[in-house]
């Protein structure tokens, strides 16, 4: 009885998934191999792919460039939150999730006011006579349509989702395995390094999936930090479906080559780190 | 009906519903690729379409859309002869122009040493950091074959290959490539100069009023978006109703005042607020118009050469 009952509840659920995640997977798959085109079933969209390699390295390095700040601030942060009293627990928490009661589109667009050389970075340093330091000709620090602005764009938006799912995991390590190593004489040093990191690895691993994932697809911040002039996947994607070249097969093509090589990336990360069902964004 | 979001008096489809009886059901499309997109998958639903010329162009190519009958149009003469026959419907059979408009350059009268007058501003050192450019392959790489002395329809592989290294020569001197982002950058000065659409450069200028417009020497885009009846359009007749309609003074008057194009009837024109009708930059004169040319629609294989070209620009300003 229960079981069938546990079936009907999460029917609404896995008809969602099955109108909404699977079938357009399925499409992706379809279109991919060329479904509906003129040329009919082909590999011919998957044999271009070759010239885009430059643009799926500069995606991928930046997203990792994201992903490792990500984890260098998001685990000390994870870290001493979750030793923390409860109140402050809560407060901290509020703070962390914040940005993302507002609209992630307009955050990346404060960001853009923020870095661009009249924006509001630059006039306070030029209000407190700070570039008088570097000479009379420097007026601004050039911060935008850089690189570097794109993993910041990118570090802030995901920071949240490393910080939750770790903190999430050390919360719940027991207190007195800890104590107990530290009863068989284990230093500090010993205990974070044998204890609490290996403990805490599956929360690590999923929040570098969900720093990365959405890092390496993204295009919004590109086109808005990077002045479009670093092209990554989710912006040569993007130009398939609504650009000039209107080519939904090659899109396609691209995307499922991109899911693949992700889902490669993580199972292989995900063959040094423990049972990753624990991890649980809270 | 589908037209582009923002692009209608929506008062006047109640207006033409109390003089006709005839029901207007109203959608809106983002671009011109969306529509496209669309009316693939659901021909047979729409009845008036608007299209923009080189989007034209590939419909009338694929058949997609139907012949007009302008017997049925008689405002069809109120549009001026500069807008028949153009490129993209050389027999005027299938659109009726609804508005047009130019892409020039923008700049900030504050921020240039002089006022530029030919495309090649966009290249000038003195303005490194401050230039901005079209983040759409179509125009940017149009910018540059007009530079070079050659059309925006050139299907010459080494003509636009060679607009994509003078491209390639300016990435350094860019400092984004954007689309409506434009309107932050330029109204607040971070940027100096930049080529964007007439309808929009008047909005810009209206809250700073150190920005200017000009359609530089070398010659600039024209565009044209016209009414169009996709194929298998279930009411042909009240499509035609409706394209007549528009074409009326008091529909076309009240349309372009409201949305800021500008219109290609001439006694619509003359009936215009004076500050719209005499704006040199919504009505540039003859002598400028015969400067600028159209977007057709090109062959599949050059738009597939448009695609890696701007790659390789965007590859190598990274």
New interface residues.
Partial sequence: MKNRRNRILAAPYVGWMAVFVVIPLFLVVLYAFGFDSKEGFTLGNFTQIHQYAGIFANSFVLALFATAICLLLGYPAAYFLAREVPAVRRLATIIIMLPMWMNFLLRTYSWMSLLENTGLINRFLRAIHFFDLFGPEKGYFTMINTPGAVVLGMVYNFLPFMILPIFSVIDKIDNRVIEAAQDLGADSVTVFSRIIFPLSLPGVLSGITMVFIPSVSTFVISKLLGGGKTILLGDLIDMQFYGSTYNPHLGSAISLVMMVLVMAAMALMNRFGAGEEEAMLF | MFNWGEYIDESLLETFEEQTGIKVNYKTFP?N??L??TLQSSMGEYDVIIPSDYMIARMIDEEMLERIDLNNIPNYEKISDSYKHLDYDPGNEYSVPYTWGTVGLIYNTTMVSEAPTSWKALWDEQYK?QILMF????DCIGIALKVLGYSFNTTDEAQIKEAVDLLIEQ?PL?????MD?IF??LE???AAMGPYYAGDAITMMESNPDLAFVLPEEGANLFVDAMCIPKGAPNKENAEAFINFMCSDEAAVANCEYIGYSTPSDSAREKLEPELAQNPIAYPDEETLSRCETFINLPEEI??L???E??RL??A??
Avoid: I, M, P
């Fill in positions: 671009d690729e969306t496209y997109s950091g983040d759409n392959s179509r990435a860019v400092q984004a490539y954007v982002q932050d950058k607040v000065g971070e738009l597939k448009y695609d890696s701007w790659l965007k590859g300003g990274g």
